[in-house]
């Protein structure tokens, strides 16, 4: 075991002494950090002003009213999303933001309106928030409307508009103490409705469509109204029409159960695939560079003089694990960490993806298919480096064995994110050099424990056998000069003696 | 004879068909400086691979220092293969250590050994620069710190001058001898009759995995039929013991140079005695010694590849 160590760390020493490592290992949190920087400082402002010049006064409220709607249900939705993550169910248990619903209806958006909306819920809220909880931030409304600036005009119908107004467009305005972007001016013709008048939106080119698609529909809308008037529909018999809605409820799961919580658990091992990936394939490179290296330098005898080829094996695998197992701690960590204390999208899915890792059999299975994986993949690695005698010598071989691995590998991870008991899933479950994959894949979803406990035996024997057949190999191409045959290299496989 | 460092008995090694070692058997007194002289393929290098325990003989018995070969007997070996080859991104001292590790040394004595090495190297301020930045000689000398770190009791070193110049063989010769004259035993392969015929108590002489000769440089030379120059007026060829005698140069005075070989087991006192006492008259008469070079041609064969 001493020689083991010494080994192992020699190959840490080496790795840490390059570049190329440090690069790597900082490339993720230099990237979360970037692109944090980046979304914080240099996103585009949410927030647009616009005006709405309706010559026929008859439009202008309606797009308002709807806007107003949009935004309601948006901060109704958040405060939802807020009152479960921080459980404040409780506080004010009839509110429409004390439980969190896919669907929104538009009763229940006016309602959280009427009721003064997230300023009334964080004042409500207030008393029942713990030390350590944050306040509920409201987002601002991304369109904000303010009156026509008198100094400028607008084009007639079939007109370009001036450079003034372009220029404006292409500048700031101020609303209650900030300076927005001037989005976008509509301009409603006194005639709109009339065959050939048409309404029209100045931009600054920016794409607002959310802006845009909202006038287009209530435009529509209310021509559809005059439709319905000139088919002699009463007005209150087409808004009833109109605001028809098929009677449809929606039940959810409560919280923490249903097909959410299963997505929720595969967070964690399927990411786990992708790292065990990157890992194993990163540091089986640097290995299988160090026994080229030691195999085209000759200074392998020199060592196997002192340690048996066993030792020098494990030692290798030990110390490129360590280093695997290091550059997953330094990125899941910063991950962690960024996702965790910036609040936000990752953090609000990695939350509980952490929270539903709650079964000991579950993170044991996680860590053994994770151990073992490295292990297979690493010996294969270890094993070309072997037989290589050059780098270029060892692509020939390396090529096929990783297609071998990733085409499957990424086929296991379509099936399983999109169905986990599709039979390619289950069958790719029993292949040893795939079990580790699928069974990543498939954890989160609730595979049955036979089927763990199968697969790990399955795996345990697995690996035996391959720590023993390519550590003939390694043993007996060690010493052997330049490139053997394949004949030769079944030959060792076939022998226990090989090399000896 | 002392105990032997290192003992060969009737030790063969295949490799399928081919047979590298055939019933091979010495023994290395402790303390000696022992050389294995073969040409290319003669099994030198696999003797010492399975002495290593890297191989495995396919029959026969070893003992290393009065074991069967094993790592365990590592830090008590020191060894030099022919092929060497260091971690290139490695500091110089930190490979020194490395394989002192590996030869069971703890950390401190490994460091301080290393740096007394490198200092009688004259390698002492390189100690801290990666082997890639060393020139080839400065390499190899580190190669053969690797070897020396342990204070070994046996050191074995497979072709240890070749690819050294001329400096460095010398300064290598020396460490051997300084190695030898601290009690270790020394355990050398070679071609290279010279390094051989300088250092060597006693020599193995291999052909085709075989033993041809095993003994001392003395015994060697003494199993040659006797040769030597004599100057006489008469041609000395029906001399008792005389095998040949061939006149060379011309005659001074009368006097007449011959190259005399004797038969084998007759000695040049033996018939430095007869000519004196029945008065065959000589002017001079002189006892040539052979070369190991001869030697190894006359045990192995004129066909091996081999300098002189």
Not at chain 1, 2 to 30: H, S, Y
Not at chain 1, 458 to 475: A, K, N, P, S, T
Not at chain 2, 233 to 246: I, K
């Amino acid at each position: 075991m001493r020689e083991v160590m010494l080994v192992a760390m020699r190959e840490i020493r080496q790795v840490l002494g390059t570049k190329g490592f440090w690069f790597m290992i900082a490339a993720v949190p230099v990237a979360l950090a970037v692109s944090g920087f980046a979304s914080n400082q240099l996103a585009p402002e949410r927030s647009v002003a616009y005006s709405v010049v309706d010559e026929t006064g008859l439009y202008e409220d309606r797009i308002t009213a709807r806007l107003e709607y949009d935004y309601q249900a948006s901060e109704l939705r958040d405060l939802a999303e807020y009152v479960e993550r921080w459980e404040l169910q409780d506080a004010v248990p009839d509110a429409p933001w004390a439980s969190r619903q896919s669907w929104l209806f538009p009763a229940e958006v006016e309602r959280f309106a009427d009721m003064g909306g997230s300023e009334a819920a964080i004042a409500a809220l207030e008393p029942f928030r713990e030390e350590g909880v944050p306040e509920f931030e409201p987002d601002d409304r991304s369109y904000e409307q303010i009156a026509f600036p008198d100094d400028l005009t607008l084009p007639d119908a079939g007109e370009e508009p001036d450079e003034k107004l372009i220029a404006a467009l292409e500048g700031d305005v101020d609303v209650e103490d900030r300076e927005l972007p001037f989005g976008a001016v509509l301009q409603i013709p006194a005639n709109f409705g009339e065959p050939g008048a048409e309404a029209r939106i100045f931009t600054n080119g920016r794409s607002n469509t959310g802006l845009i698609r909202v006038i287009r529909e209530e435009l529509s809308g209310s021509l559809q109204d005059g439709a319905f008037a000139a088919q002699g529909i009463a007005p209150d018999t087409a808004l009833a029409i109109q605001g028809l809605q098929a009677p449809v409820s929606v039940i959810e799961p409560p919280p923490g159960a249903g097909r959410s919580v299963v997505a929720t658990r595969s967070v964690v091992p399927i990411a786990l695939v992708y790292l065990l990936l990157i890992t194993a394939v990163t540091t089986g490179s640097l290995m299988l560079q160090g026994v080229v290296e030691e195999r085209s330098n000759k200074l392998v005898e020199s060592v196997l003089a002192c340690i048996k080829p066993d030792a020098l094996m494990q030692g290798k695998l030990l110390g490129l694990g360590a280093v695997g197992f290091m550059i997953i701690i330094v990125w899941a960590g910063t991950g962690m960490i960024g996702a965790l204390y910036f609040e936000g999208f990752a953090a609000d899915v990695l939350r509980p993806s952490l929270e539903a890792l709650d079964d000991p059999l579950l993170i044991f299975a996680m860590l053994f298919y994770f151990v073992t994986g490295y292990i297979v993949l690493a010996m294969m690695f270890l094993a070309i480096g072997a037989v290589s005698e050059s780098m270029q010598d060892a692509q020939s071989y390396l090529t096929p064995v990783i297609l071998l691995i990733m085409i499957p590998v990424l086929i296991v991870m379509q099936a399983a994110i999109s169905g986990p008991d599709q039979l390619v899933v289950k069958v790719l479950s029993w292949i040893p050099i795939y079990t580790p994959f699928a069974m990543l894949a498939r954890l989160g979803t609730g595979v049955a424990t036979w089927e763990i406990i199968g697969t790990m035996v399955l795996m345990v024997i697995f690996v035996w056998i391959e720590l023993r057949l390519l550590g003939r190999l390694f043993r007996a191409s060690l010493l052997n000069d330049g490139k053997p045959t394949w004949k030769r290299m079944v030959g060792w496989l076939k022998s226990s003696e090989a090399g000896r | 004879m002392s105990a032997a460092a290192m003992a060969f008995d009737g030790v063969t090694k295949q490799f399928g068909d081919f047979t590298a070692v055939d019933h091979l058997s010495f023994a290395v007194p402790e303390g000696t400086i022992f050389g294995f002289l073969g040409g290319n393929g003669a099994g030198k290098t696999t003797s010492l691979r399975m002495a290593l325990d890297i191989l495995t003989p396919t029959g026969g018995r070893i003992d290393v220092l009065g074991n069967p070969p094993s790592r365990e007997s590592a830090s008590d070996i020191g060894f030099l293969p022919e092929e060497r080859g260091l971690y290139k991104k490695m500091s110089v001292l930190d490979t020194i250590v490395y394989f002192a590790r590996l030869k069971r040394m703890e950390a401190g004595p490994a460091k301080q050994s290393a740096m007394a090495l490198l200092e009688r190297l004259e390698l002492a301020d390189w100690a801290k620069s990666p082997v890639e930045k060393l020139s080839k000689g400065m390499a190899q000398k580190v190669q053969v710190a690797t070897a020396l770190v342990n204070s070994p009791k046996l050191l074995m070193l497979d072709e240890p001058f070749s690819g050294l110049d001329p400096v460095n063989q010398k300064m290598l010769e020396d460490l051997i001898a300084d190695a030898a004259k601290d009690g270790a035993t020394v355990i050398f392969s070679t071609h290279v009759m010279q390094h051989a015929e300088r250092l060597c108590d006693r020599l193995l002489m291999l052909a085709r995995g075989k033993k041809a000769f095993d003994g001392t440089q003395d015994e060697a030379r003494a199993a040659l039929p006797a040769r030597l120059e004599l100057a006489s007026r008469t041609a000395p060829d029906a001399l008792p013991g005389v095998e040949s005698a061939e006149a060379i140069g011309t005659a001074e005075d009368g006097w007449i140079k011959y190259d005399v070989r004797l038969n084998s087991g007759v000695t040049p006192e033996q018939l430095l005695e007869h000519c004196t006492t029945n008065g065959f008259g000589l002017r001079s008469f002189d006892v040539q010694t052979p070369s190991l070079h001869e030697v190894f041609i006359h045990f192995v064969g004129a066909n091996e590849e081999i300098e002189r």
